[in-house]
C-alpha cells in the first residue's frame, strides 16, 4: 500500500503556535469544566477486565450487544481496519466527495478502483442518490460516508440513511459511517447507521464530542461478523488498548449526556457570533451548520484557501483550515469552540485577510 501525503495532518502541525485556533474540530479540553480524569485502581486491573468494562459501557451506551462491538484504536483505526479485513484488494469501494482526507486516501492506498459518491454544495452537501446508485451499480462492495458530514457539518436524516442502506443492501454492499460527530447534532442527533439497517456500520471515538482524542480510544458498531474480523485485525496489530485509557474511556462513555450539554453549550454562545459576522461579511458564504462545533465558509470566488489560510496564520497567527484537504477547495472550516472573545477577533482578522488579496 502507498498512501499520499498527509496534507491535513502537516497542516494542523503548522498551526500548533496560533495564537487563536478557529481550526481544532472537536470539543474543547472537558478538564476545564470539572470532569474528573482519575479512575483509581481501575487503570491498574488487568487488562482484559478493563476492556470488558469498556465493552460493557460502550453496549450500554448504544443498547447494543457485545459481539457487535470492535474496540480499535480510535474512530481512524476503525475505519482503517475495516477497509483492511474486511475487503479484498480487488474489490470496488465507494467514498463519498468532499470527506475527511484519511477516509479517502486509506480508500485509493488500499483498492484498485474507488468511485465517487457527491456531496455537492449546491445540494446542500446530501448525499447525490445518482452517484450514489452509480457506485452500487458499478459494484462497490462498500460505501464510506460521514454523518455529520465532514467538513460541512450537514445532517444525514434517518430517512435518508435508510433509504441508501435498503438500496446498498440490495446489491449485497455494506455502508460504513463514520459517526464521531453524530451525537453532536444541535437537535435531536440521527441514528446510528447500525440501528437502521442490518448492512450499516458505524465508527465512533472519544476524539471530538468528548475532547478526548488523546486517549485513541474508538468503536466499530455493525454486524456480528464485521466486528469479529475487525477484532482480530486490531489483535494482531496492536493488541489490547492502553489499560488507563480505557479505563478513562469507561468513566466518560457513562456520562455521554454531560459531554452532550457540554457541546451544546459552546454552540448556543458562539454560533450567534458566527452568524452576526456573516451578515455583516458578504464576501463569504456560511454554509449553516446541524451540529458540531465547526462550519465551512465558502470564500469569494477565485480565493485560493490554502493561500489564504497561510496568510491569516502567517499576519494574525490565526488558524482556520484550507477545504482543498477535504476535497472542497475554495472554503475554509472554522471551528468555533474557543471562548467567543477569541471567536470574534478571529472572524475579524479573516475579514482583514479578505481586504488584503
Known sequence: ??????????WLIRCLGAKIDLDHSGAPNPLRDGFDPCVGGEAFLNEFEVEEKLYKAISSAYRVKRENIALTCGAQSANFTFFQSCLERGDKVAVESPTYAPIRACANAMFKSVLPVDRKRQAGYAVDPASFKAALRKGAKAVALTNLHNPSAKMLSDESLTQLLEQAGAKGALVIVDEVYREMAHGRPPKGAFELGANGVATNGLSKLWGLGGLRIGWLIGPKEIATMVTEARLYSSWHLPTRAMALAVHAIKKKEWF?????????????????????????????PDGCLHLLLRLPPGTDDERFSERLLKRHRTAVCPGRYFGEA??????????????????GQISDTLDRL
Do not use: H, Q, Y
Not at 500500500?1 to 502537516?10: G, R, S, T
Not at 467567543?340 to 472572524?347: F, H
Open 1 to 10: 500500500m502507498k498512501f499520499e501525503p498527509f496534507l491535513l495532518e502537516e
Open 260 to 288: 452532550r450539554k457540554r457541546v451544546l453549550e459552546v454552540a448556543r454562545r458562539n454560533l450567534p457570533v458566527i452568524r452576526d459576522w456573516a451578515t455583516e461579511e458578504r464576501r463569504v458564504e456560511l454554509v449553516e
Open 330 to 347: 475554495g472554503s475554509v472550516r472554522v471551528t468555533f469552540s474557543c471562548e467567543s472573545d477569541d471567536l470574534s477577533k478571529g472572524l
